[in-house]
């Protein structure tokens, strides 16, 4: 084990790496999205790396155990002997392990100085190369030096998985919110107005247009959804975004305009019954009514006294009342707060709603196709440039062309047309395997008569359709007619009969 003041040296060494590859990687100028997010991702990664090691150098400082104050003790009174045993350790280890291979720690850290898109731009050069070398048209081209352009990046495959699975379809990568399901909860809710997806994208934060007595049970389950969905998305579309901090500040707030009301309690509110009424004139024939006078004796009762005990418990369910108030204030004023900081997005949010509610059917199933992100604001620079794009490949998610090792991976040189779907042409088995699960291609099995089971998928052809579906109706029949047939019953001689013949045995009594 090493010393304390080694572990700390460690530590300090560790800190000073961390630090220096975060400023590798705020250097780079990076304009894809995708890379950008990416980076953050990393970023949020060695912070808290740096706050592991911080922590345990605070540990080793405050040497709550005493370890470091017994080491300093036996190096000082010990003189050399501690050293040079300690030395010993170190070479027995070594002749123990000869063959140990000690990789420098600083390799770890050189893939966070290169920048992934110039790796990018290398690679896609390299297959330029060749292709142009097995087409012939160079013959000079060769691939020297393909060993040198294969430079480790921050972005690994692993990366790339990861962010795939991160997002939904609709959230793109972290540039819209995706609130689907949060619409269906509020939809729930009692007396909520019937809004559409994108009349509730610009109201779901005005929480005062919902009736207060429709404020129940289901209405925090949703408020608790926006919240959930909202800090999530925060930690994974901007890692680096203090969020305890908007909260914190926003609590501040919130406590601040919340005092003055924080003696108002509810005027048509039974303390006793924990009821509230919406009218004076039910409340005032509830506080009359025998069922209220019971429970009123009924609390006097458990609390072990008379009409004092009793007006304690009912200023207890008043103060109970009030708390689950503020805390329900609270989470409407918190989810307010989240939305202004994400009003860009959900303004873009509600902008890509727009444009994808005028596509037609074909257009957005191509667009799903495709897989083409939208290019904002920030990729502007790379918009003015004119695309090089000899081979016609299709455009990846940055718009521009994708390698083609990729292309020729997935196989998007070859073209599959489905009838069924308006002789639509996908590119790749992927795709067109794909395309069966859509509601594009189930729409259109439901128009033919036919169901879009299992057993359709891979038949593109109409015709062949029709023919599978009338084969299967005609299998269906021949099996429920040969039912009798296959069905076998044994009488008590052991004699075997199917099942017609032996209920006409039966029946005359033979059996």
Same mark, same amino acid.
């Given at each position: 084990?090493?010393?304390?003041?080694?572990?700390?040296?460690?530590?300090?060494?560790?800190?000073?790496?961390?630090?220096?590859?975060?400023?590798?990687?705020?250097?780079?100028?990076?304009?894809?999205? @995708? #890379?950008?997010?990416?980076? /953050? !991702?990393?970023?949020?990664? %060695?912070?808290?790396?740096?706050?592991? +090691?911080?922590?345990? $150098?605070?540990?080793?400082?405050?040497?709550?155990?005493?370890?470091?104050?017994?080491?300093?003790?036996?190096?000082?009174?010990?003189?050399?002997?501690?050293?040079?045993?300690?030395?010993?350790?170190?070479?027995?280890?070594?002749?123990?392990?000869?063959?140990?291979?000690?990789?420098?720690?600083?390799?770890?850290?050189?893939?966070?100085?290169?920048?992934?898109?110039?790796?990018?731009?290398?690679?896609?050069?390299?297959?330029?190369?060749?292709?142009?070398?097995?087409?012939?048209?160079?013959?000079?081209?060769?691939?020297?030096?393909?060993?040198?352009?294969?430079?480790?990046?921050?972005?690994?495959?692993?990366?790339?998985?990861?962010?795939?699975?991160?997002?939904?379809?609709?959230?793109?990568?972290? @540039? #819209?919110?995706?609130?689907? /399901? !949060?619409?269906?909860?509020? %939809?729930?809710?009692?007396?909520?107005? +019937?809004?559409?997806? $994108?009349?509730?994208?610009?109201?779901?934060?005005?929480?005062?247009?919902?009736?207060?007595?429709?404020?129940?049970?289901?209405?925090?389950?949703?408020?608790?959804?926006?919240?959930?969905?909202?800090?999530?998305?925060?930690?994974?579309?901007?890692?680096?975004?203090?969020?305890?901090?908007?909260?914190?500040?926003?609590?501040?707030?919130?406590?601040?305009?919340?005092?003055?009301?924080?003696?108002?309690?509810?005027?048509?509110?039974?303390?006793?019954?924990?009821?509230?009424?919406?009218?004076?004139?039910?409340?005032?024939?509830?506080?009359?009514?025998?069922?209220?006078?019971?429970?009123?004796?009924?609390?006097?009762?458990?609390?072990?006294?008379?009409?004092?005990?009793?007006?304690?418990?009912?200023? @207890?369910?008043?103060?109970?009342?009030?708390?689950?108030?503020?805390? %329900?204030?609270?989470?409407?004023?918190?989810?307010?707060?989240?939305?202004?900081?994400?009003?860009?997005?959900?303004?873009?949010?509600?902008?890509?709603?727009?444009?994808?509610?005028?596509?037609?059917?074909?257009?957005?199933?191509?667009?799903?196709?495709?897989?083409?992100?939208?290019?904002?604001?920030?990729?502007?620079?790379?918009?003015?440039?004119?695309?090089?794009?000899?081979?016609?490949?299709?455009?990846?998610?940055?718009?521009?062309?994708?390698?083609?090792?990729?292309?020729?991976?997935?196989?998007?040189?070859?073209?599959?047309?489905?009838?069924?779907?308006?002789?639509?042409?996908?590119?790749?088995?992927?795709?067109?395997?794909?395309?069966?699960?859509?509601?594009?291609?189930?729409?259109?099995?439901?128009?033919?008569?036919?169901?879009?089971?299992?057993?359709?998928?891979?038949?593109?052809?109409?015709?062949?359709?029709?023919?599978?579906?009338?084969?299967?109706?005609?299998?269906?029949?021949?099996?429920?007619?040969?039912?009798?047939?296959?069905?076998?019953?044994?009488?008590?001689?052991?004699?075997?009969?199917?099942?017609?013949?032996?209920?006409?045995?039966?029946?005359?009594?033979?059996?």
């Amino acid at each position: 084990m090493d010393s304390i003041v080694e572990q700390q040296r460690q530590a300090y060494e560790d800190v000073e790496r961390l630090e220096q590859a975060i400023v590798d990687l705020m250097l780079q100028n990076l304009t894809k999205h @995708r #890379y950008r997010l990416i980076r /953050e !991702q990393k970023i949020n990664g %060695l912070l808290e790396q740096i706050q592991s +090691r911080s922590k345990h $150098l605070l540990d080793l400082e405050t040497d709550a155990l005493g370890l470091r104050a017994k080491e300093s003790a036996a190096m000082a009174d010990g003189g050399f002997d501690e050293f040079y045993a300690r030395l010993g350790s170190i070479g027995n280890y070594h002749r123990r392990n000869p063959e140990l291979v000690v990789r420098p720690p600083e390799l770890d850290f050189l893939k966070y100085k290169h920048n992934p898109e110039e790796a990018d731009e290398k690679r896609r050069a390299r297959a330029a190369r060749e292709l142009a070398s097995a087409q012939g048209e160079d013959p000079a081209a060769d691939v020297v030096g393909d060993e040198e352009d294969e430079t480790e990046t921050f972005i690994d495959e692993a990366d790339e998985r990861e962010l795939e699975t991160m997002f939904s379809g609709e959230e793109r990568f972290g @540039r #819209y919110v995706d609130l689907n /399901e !949060q619409h269906d909860l509020y %939809l729930n809710i009692k007396d909520a107005r +019937r809004l559409t997806y $994108l009349e509730y994208l610009a109201e779901f934060a005005k929480f005062a247009d919902i009736p207060r007595k429709s404020k129940d049970a289901k209405y925090v389950e949703y408020l608790s959804s926006l919240r959930a969905y909202f800090e999530g998305f925060f930690a994974r579309s901007m890692p680096l975004f203090n969020l305890a901090q908007a909260a914190r500040e926003s609590r501040a707030v919130f406590e601040a305009e919340w005092k003055p009301a924080a003696a108002s309690a509810g005027d048509l509110f039974c303390a006793a019954c924990k009821r509230e009424f919406e009218k004076e004139t039910t409340f005032a024939a509830h506080m009359g009514s025998r069922k209220h006078q019971k429970t009123v004796e009924r609390l006097a009762k458990e609390s072990g006294g008379g009409a004092a005990a009793a007006e304690h418990a009912q200023q @207890r369910n008043i103060e109970q009342k009030q708390a689950a108030e503020r805390e %329900l204030a609270w989470l409407e004023r918190l989810v307010q707060r989240y939305a202004e900081i994400l009003a860009d997005k959900i303004q873009d949010t509600r902008s890509n709603v727009q444009r994808r509610q005028a596509l037609t059917e074909h257009e957005r199933a191509q667009e799903q196709l495709d897989d083409e992100p939208e290019q904002l604001g920030d990729d502007d620079d790379d918009q003015g440039e004119q695309l090089y794009n000899p081979l016609n490949l299709p455009l990846g998610w940055d718009g521009k062309p994708i390698p083609f090792w990729l292309y020729k991976l997935h196989g998007l040189g070859v073209k599959f047309e489905c009838e069924i779907c308006g002789n639509t042409v996908y590119r790749g088995r992927k795709a067109f395997e794909r395309h069966f699960q859509e509601p594009r291609h189930a729409t259109n099995m439901r128009r033919l008569g036919i169901p879009n089971t299992r057993q359709f998928h891979g038949v593109a052809s109409i015709e062949e359709a029709l023919g599978l579906w009338e084969r299967i109706q005609r299998d269906k029949k021949q099996t429920t007619v040969n039912a009798d047939t296959f069905e076998e019953f044994e009488d008590s001689e052991g004699n075997v009969f199917n099942k017609k013949t032996y209920l006409d045995l039966k029946r005359q009594g033979l059996i």
